[in-house]
Every structure is written in C-alpha cells, then in structure tokens.
C-alpha cells in the first residue's frame, strides 16, 4: 500500500476539480487532538505534513476555525448536531446526544446514503451516542491510530458501487497522548518527567511543573471550577513548593513527540487519498479534513487538553476539496458546528431545525461570504469556562456552570475586571460581553448529563488517558 501513498503524495495523476455526474459522496477525516498550527499549510514545521500540504493546495482551507469545546466526545457530539456543547451534552468525556436530536449520519441516512463511521475508541466507542445512522459504527481500537480505521474505510467503500452516495467518518487519535508510534515516525522515546506528562493527566501540569496526584485542593475539584486561576494556581504552588519542573529539553521532546504522531497520521491520510483515487472517487466526494480539539504543549507551563479555550485548544483545521469548489484560502471566522449545514447545502438535503450553524457552501464556490464575528467555546468537562473569539481576541468567563440558568444573569452584571473574565489580544470587554450574554440566551436548555453503562476494560483505559476521575473506583 506504501506505492499508493508515494504515489498520491507525488502528484502523478492528480484529479480535475468538476461539476459531479452523480450525488455527491462525503469522506470526513477526524484528526484527534491536532491543533492547526502544527500543519504545514497552517505554518506548521516545514516537511511534517506533506499529504495535508498537497491535499490544501486543491481545497478551501479555512484559516480560522475553531471548535466549540476542547473534549473528544462532546466535540464531535457538536459537530454531527451543528448545536453547541450544553445543548446535546450534559458534561463528561463521551457526547451522549439525546435521541430527539438528529445527527448528521441520521439525516443523509434518510436521504438513500450508505453511511459508515471507523472510529479509534474511547470517547468515539458506540456508547457514546455517535452511531445512531450509521449503517456500520466500528472500533477499531481504543485511542487507536488512522494505520487501523482507513484501511477499514477503504475496503468498505471498495464494495459499495460506484453509484451509491456515501458518508464516510474516519477518525484517529494518532496525535492524542500518549504519542508513542511507529520508526520512522518515533524518535527517542521520552524519559523522565517528559513521559510522564505523556503518560498521565495533563491537569497535573502547572506553570510548568509537575504535581501530585492525589492533592486534595478544595479550588481544584472535579469540576476544574476556575483550575488554573491564580488561586488554585497559589493553592498548588503552597502544597507543593518543590514539584518538579520541566526542563526546556523535556518541553521540547514533548513536542516533538506530538509531531512524530502527526506525521504518522499525514502518512495515513496519503494512504486514504491514494485508495480513493485508486477507487476512482475523487471526482463525486466532498472531502472534510478537521479536528475536533488541539492541544497544550508547554504554552504558559500548561499541557493537554482538558481546562482551557485558548487558540492552542481550540483552534483546528478545517480544510474542503471536492468537485466544483474553488481553491482559495479563507480568513474569516468559522465554528465546527458549520460543517453540518456545509454538507447538507452541498447535497441539497434538508439541515435540522435546531441547528445552529451556517452553510460554509458559499465560500466553498467562490462566491461573496463573510465570516462569524465572534466564535463560541464551551470547555471544561462541566462547562465551567465560555469564551468568544473575534478576530483580534479572546473574552472568557469561568467559574459557573453553563447549565445554571442564572449564567448569562451573572455574566452581565459581573465586575469586568474581577475574577470571572479573562482576555487576550485586543478586545472590547464590554462590547464582547454583552454579545456573550445575548450569545447564552439564544441557546436551547442545557441537556441532563447521562450516565451511560461503560465497559470495564474501555473504563479504564479512558481513565489512563486523564478521562473521568482516575481515582474513582
């Protein structure tokens, strides 16, 4: 198969860019945890992604998308709804969308699609609530690699013909900790505290020092209330004045171990593109390349994924090829939550009421568009930090629960300068606040968190990977 990816990634017979002849088919790429910046086309290190590279240069790239919450689960539970995080998903690390919402395999299901999901476990397992109008839903490992979906993916559209529409998810957690993957891919592997942080909870990370497991810090709970502000930040620094810090050599090998993942993951999307084009499918699919999260590594002594909404979490790539869109390079804002309509505007189904994002499909053609002003994050696993990002900036409120009907109440007559609000860049804090606030109040009620049966071996894999509470029994 490694002649199919050389090939592909050499240009040799690169498809044109037409009008289909049939209904459009769909092939969406998830990769897992991967923030754009690390992309070439983004800016990222020269050489790390060269099938991503290629693959822009005929597509739409989106500069600025971001995604409406910094988990696994609930991240894609957004992105297959176009609702935001506290509408479909109560808190926790799986999505749990409730029944009476319409996920995007449900509605091209509807209209004759073969439709099916390979996904890396965890978060994505089928308890999660994601399978729901797949005709096929597999697991192929738990936080496994895109080496194990996309070849699933391509032997199941192998069999399907060539005029049946299709929608295919592939997913992969190539890029998610821990990032250990094959040679080439793998250099040295991370000793010290570098493995450590790789191997455990990424919240045990602060201002760059690596801390105890079992504090008990009554400013630190298990709902992350207001974790990394400067007083559970103090909290930590007066218990454990002697953490251990990293070094500049462990930060960078930390890095370079998340890239040796992406670079894993790039090989395998030349892989599904050279099969595609083997397949003879490029000239009726729409391709979608995007990440539901990205990562912390090292910014402001912080690492992971689980507490924050700055660009370094949030900010994801989102890149659309296919036949009759035009390649350009998009620089207004967008949210996750769009791809839905995109789809459904390009296939000429019908979006969910309920749904709250706007159809890419304008700028796809070419044709006048203009982006968000503000983009919306929910993060946290109870949803306890919403913020808006402009285009110049960031205004983040933290502290209560999104599912309290008081919020938007506290957020408008909160001190701008007290505790609650944080920002970056330039921003209008009034300005962007009251935009918040009006943001808040035009969203459905807060979904009830479900307590779903979860197998006792995924269990504790997902707690090994910083999941639920790693104490709980």
Known sequence: MLWMYCFWLLGCASPALRAPAAPLSVVMVSFDTTR???????????????????????????????????????????????????????????????????????????????????????????????????????????????????????????????????????????????????????????????????????????????????????????????????????ALTALEPDAPQLTEADIARIRQSYDDALGWADTWFGMLMAGLEAQHRLENTVIIVLADHGEQLGEDGLFGHCCGAEDEETHVPLIIAGPGLKPHREAGLVELIDVLPTITDLVQAVTPTGAHGRSLAPALHGEPWEGRGVAWTQATQRYTLVSGRTGTGRLSYTGVQAKSSALADLIEVARLDGPGFTSSGTVDRAALRTEMVSWLRSLGPAAAEKKLATPPELLRTMRSHGYFEANKP
Not at 117 to 139: E, R, T
Not at 142 to 168: D, H, Q, R, V, Y
């Open 36 to 234: 754009a910046d690390r992309i070439g086309t983004y800016g990222g290190p020269s050489g790390l992604t060269p099938n991503l590279d290629r693959f822009a240069e005929g597509a739409v790239v989106f500069e600025h998308a971001y995604a409406q919450t910094n988990t696994t689960g609930p991240s894609h539970a957004s992105l297959f709804t176009s609702r935001y995080p506290t509408e479909v998903h109560g808190g926790g690390p799986v999505a749990a969308p409730g029944a009476e919402t319409p996920l995007l395999a449900q509605v091209l299901h509807a209209y004759g699609y073969a439709t099916a999901a390979f996904v890396s476990g965890g978060a994505m397992n089928p308890q999660g609530g994601l399978a729901p109008g797949f005709d096929v839903y597999k697991s192929a490992s738990n936080f496994g690699s895109m080496s194990k979906t996309i070849p699933l993916a391509l032997s199941w559209l192998e069999k399907l013909p060539a005029s049946k529409p299709s929608f295919t998810f592939v997913h992969g957690y190539d890029a998610h900790s821990p990032t250990s993957k094959p040679a080439p891919f793998a250099g040295k592997p991370p000793t010290g505290l570098a493995a450590e942080v790789l191997r455990t909870r990424s919240e045990r990370v602060m201002d760059g020092a690596m801390h105890a497991t079992d504090l008990d810090i009554p400013v630190i709970d298990s709902t992350f209330l207001r974790m990394r502000s400067p007083e559970a930040r103090a």
